[in-house]
């Protein structure tokens, strides 16, 4: 090569890499087409809702700050929206997919979602939203893997492979929710699947997944599913608990772990037993009676069927209560970003504002509601992002209708309306949840990561502060209160938006245990919250309205 050929490829490769340094972060891109099909994963043909055909959805494979571009086609009969549980939106609740934040897609239309996993690593799912969808399926799995500068606090293992557990019914989307309208709870489902499927135990069964002897494999375990907790185990193995719900833990080894619904976590497993197959077991919790969901894992030089005795599940709530009390952050990994997670002391930092939500139902009109402080929410034709944003919040719904410390009173009477809450931007906030139901509650908060701080049975009173933990809680996005518990968790609202704030369980989100936290940009700044884009679909009493004044740096 001649030194002016040289020059030149020197010259390019140097404006390569410039473009690299000062370019935006990666970008992947996705189409989605969304329609009915029938599957049968209980042996019991059933309408399901498919993504380009695939029960479960595709796998979204991501790394910490890449953009996600989804182009989903609403091929259904009604309105769809997506969710994506965990995924923090950081100023951009635009794209969180709640009727709170978003117009659905309507049939036979689309619509282009734009989002960045900004400063996240992690386990994480999507759903649908919408009509009791999920139902039907339409969820996957959303993995977020540390940028290659990031160290990571274990050996990168053989394989990642993502396992979504959660019961199932046998019944349509659509009978459910119709049950669910009627006033009716939706009863006891009919199985538990390990992605999608339930291993029949006949000797027909494929594996879900092989791995290769003295090799370690890393399990992303999220529970996807309707109404019960769940207890994750592999036969013969022990788990090395690594990461939850985007934070680096303590790695304890565990031979089952409890999975509420809406939580994900990542463990190591070890392929260092009898080449052979093992079953991975999926057990309900807390119910009378217990349904068994069955995935096979093959070694691949196996030469033997799984021992048909399986291991069996732990019992009572103390010993779930007390798994979770084991679980710690680990302070010394770094995560999204170098620095390492326990450089943040939030057990240092002023509580400005403690909020005390209990659950409740009753019958409203002869119909079951669910409520949060004697409030069951209703969704609204017009997002309330976008009435707060054009301003006419007030014909849309009043912020505020439920005290942050409710009266007894407040569980007998329930009443029917949007239920926002106004919230300071940048507050430190303590939120407790009470329990004092007979079933387990799971808690989800999108936008944030929150540090559930102590979880423990009876009421809370102020002086049960001293319990807390104020050093190493885990930062995560879900918490579950046993019955007649309590939970408390800490967060600082550095997230500016509208942000749904529901229980996990779907019958209970879609009969009203759910409200929004309006987190609002009040300096109307681009550097607390992108603006609403002029493409975005509008519905409800904001379509047609002028476009507000665009916001300042």
């Given at each position: 090569?001649?030194?002016?050929?040289?020059?030149?490829?020197?010259?390019?490769?140097?404006?390569?890499?410039?473009?690299?340094?000062?370019?935006?972060d990666p970008y992947l891109f996705f189409t989605w087409n969304v329609s009915y099909g029938t599957i049968s994963p209980l042996g019991v043909p059933q309408q399901g809702i498919l993504i380009n055909n695939e029960f479960p959805g595709p796998n979204i494979n991501s790394t910490t700050n890449n953009n996600i571009v989804i182009n989903v086609f609403n091929n259904l009969d009604e309105p769809l929206m997506f969710t994506w549980n965990?995924?923090?939106?950081?100023?951009?609740?635009?794209?969180?997919?709640?009727?709170?934040?978003?117009?659905?897609?309507?049939?036979?239309?689309?619509?282009?979602?734009?989002?960045?996993?900004?400063?996240?690593?992690?386990?994480?799912?999507?759903?649908?939203?919408?009509?009791?969808?999920?139902?039907?399926?339409?969820?996957?799995?959303?993995?977020?893997?540390?940028?290659?500068?990031?160290?990571?606090?274990?050996?990168?293992?053989?394989?990642?492979?993502?396992?979504?557990?959660?019961?199932?019914?046998?019944?349509?989307?659509?009978?459910?929710?119709?049950?669910?309208?009627?006033?009716?709870?939706?009863?006891r489902p009919e199985g538990v699947l390990i992605n999608g499927k339930n291993a029949r135990g006949d000797g027909t069964d494929e594996p879900l997944f092989t791995m290769k002897p003295g090799k370690t494999y890393k399990f992303r375990v999220c529970n996807v599913g309707l109404k019960n907790s769940l207890n994750f185990r592999i036969q013969g193995h022990t788990m090395k608990l690594v990461e939850m719900e985007g934070s680096h833990?303590?790695?304890?080894?565990?031979?089952?772990?409890?999975?509420?619904?809406?939580?994900?976590?990542?463990?190591?497993?070890?392929?260092?037993?009898?080449?052979?197959?093992?079953?991975?077991?999926?057990?309900?919790?807390?119910?009378?009676?217990?349904?068994?969901?069955?995935?096979?894992?093959?070694?691949?030089?196996?030469?033997?069927?799984?021992?048909?005795?399986?291991?069996?599940?732990?019992?009572?709530?103390?010993?779930?209560?007390?798994?979770?009390?084991?679980?710690?952050?680990?302070?010394?990994?770094?995560?999204?970003?170098?620095?390492?997670?326990?450089?943040?002391?939030?057990?240092?930092?002023?509580?400005?504002?403690?909020?005390?939500?209990?659950?409740?139902?009753?019958?409203?009109?002869?119909?079951?509601?669910?409520?949060?402080?004697?409030?069951?929410?209703?969704?609204?034709?017009?997002?309330?992002?976008?009435?707060?944003?054009?301003?006419?919040?007030?014909?849309?719904?009043?912020?505020?209708?439920?005290?942050?410390?409710?009266?007894?009173?407040?569980?007998?009477?329930?009443?029917?309306?949007?239920?926002?809450?106004?919230?300071?931007?940048?507050?430190?906030?303590?939120?407790?949840?009470?329990?004092?139901?007979?079933?387990?509650?799971?808690?989800?908060?999108?936008?944030?990561?929150?540090?559930?701080?102590?979880?423990?049975?009876?009421?809370?009173?102020?002086?049960?502060?001293?319990?807390?933990?104020?050093?190493?809680?885990?930062?995560?996005?879900?918490?579950?209160?046993?019955?007649?518990?309590?939970?408390?968790?800490?967060?600082?609202?550095?997230?500016?938006?509208?942000?749904?704030?529901?229980?996990?369980?779907?019958?209970?989100?879609?009969?009203?245990?759910?409200?929004?936290?309006?987190?609002?940009?009040?300096?109307?700044?681009?550097?607390?919250?992108?603006?609403?884009?002029?493409?975005?679909?509008?519905?409800?009493?904001?379509?047609?309205?002028?476009?507000?004044?665009?916001?300042?740096?």
């Open positions: 090569m001649d030194s002016m050929a040289m020059k030149l490829l020197l010259l390019c490769l140097s404006i390569g890499a410039i473009s690299v340094v000062h370019g935006e965990g995924i923090q939106q950081r100023k951009n609740s635009w794209q969180d997919g709640t009727p709170g934040t978003m117009c659905p897609i309507p049939p036979g239309k689309n619509y282009t979602y734009h989002f960045q996993v900004k400063d996240q690593i992690g386990s994480y799912f999507y759903y649908p939203i919408t009509a009791m969808h999920r139902a039907g399926g339409a969820f996957g799995g959303l993995r977020v893997n540390s940028r290659l500068l990031i160290p990571v606090p274990y050996a990168d293992p053989e394989d990642d492979y993502t396992v979504l557990i959660g019961d199932w019914y046998t019944k349509s989307h659509s009978s459910l929710r119709k049950q669910l309208d009627m006033g009716r709870s939706l009863g833990v303590v790695q304890n080894t565990y031979e089952s772990l409890d999975v509420h619904l809406g939580q994900c976590f990542s463990a190591l497993v070890t392929a260092d037993k009898e080449p052979k197959d093992y079953w991975m077991v999926a057990d309900t919790r807390f119910t009378k009676t217990m349904l068994t969901g069955l995935g096979l894992i093959r070694y691949t030089n196996g030469n033997g069927p799984a021992n048909p005795e399986l291991p069996l599940p732990p019992e009572g709530l103390a010993w779930s209560l007390n798994q979770a009390r084991s679980f710690r952050w680990n302070l010394t990994a770094s995560a999204a970003r170098p620095n390492p997670q326990g450089s943040y002391h939030y057990g240092a930092i002023n509580i400005t504002r403690t909020i005390k939500l209990v659950n409740s139902a009753s019958k409203v009109d002869g119909k079951l509601r669910y409520a949060v402080n004697g409030v069951s929410h209703i969704d609204t034709e017009t997002p309330l992002k976008y009435a707060e944003y054009f301003g006419v919040a007030d014909k849309v719904f009043k912020y505020d209708i439920i005290k942050d410390d409710p009266s007894p009173e407040a569980e007998a009477k329930i009443t029917l309306a949007p239920n926002v809450v106004n919230q300071t931007y940048r507050d430190f906030v303590e939120i407790i949840f009470e329990n004092h139901g007979k079933s387990i509650q799971s808690w989800h908060l999108d936008g944030y990561a929150f540090f559930p701080v102590a979880i423990e049975f009876g009421r809370w009173a102020p002086e049960k502060r001293r319990n807390y933990n104020l050093l190493d809680a885990i930062s995560r996005h879900t918490v579950q209160v046993y019955p007649g518990s309590w939970a408390a968790i800490m967060l600082t609202f550095d997230n500016a938006g509208m942000w749904n704030l529901r229980s996990a369980q779907a019958e209970r989100a879609y009969l009203g245990q759910q409200l929004y936290l309006s987190v609002e940009n009040v300096a109307r700044s681009l550097r607390d919250e992108y603006m609403l884009l002029d493409t975005t679909p509008l519905c409800g009493v904001v379509k047609g309205l002028p476009k507000p004044p665009p916001y300042g740096p």
